[in-house]
């Protein structure tokens, strides 16, 4: 499942942002869920926090949780915070879907 985002992802907009990837995880039985953030300007918190309980969730269902990032915007406060290595990080959408090409569910 693939859910693109872009913009800003603060305190408006975040439980927008976890409901949508809710939602995408209980489409279906996915085998991963990749959130496309090339196109987001801003990170705050409340986008993090969003994520990784978003992730926790799709851990719970055996389900792989994928990132797409190349922007400084979204790649520095990940790394700030420390949640890199919590997170499939990919520096382009392809990279992130190749592994997923021949198969979209279980």
Request: hydrophobic share 50%; charged share 25%.
């Amino acid at each position: 499942m693939l859910v693109t985002v872009s913009g800003e992802v603060d305190l408006g907009t975040a439980a927008r942002l976890r409901e949508l990837l809710e939602r995408a995880l209980d489409t279906g039985d996915p085998l991963a869920l990749v959130v496309d953030m090339s196109e987001v300007d801003f990170l705050a918190a409340a986008g993090l926090s969003a994520l990784v309980r978003v992730r926790d969730r799709a851990e719970a269902r055996a389900v792989e949780f994928h990132v797409v990032a190349d922007r400084r915007s979204v790649l520095r406060p990940m790394e700030i915070t420390g949640l890199c290595p919590r997170f499939r990080v990919h520096p382009d959408l392809g990279s992130a879907l190749a592994r997923y090409a021949s198969a979209s569910s279980r």
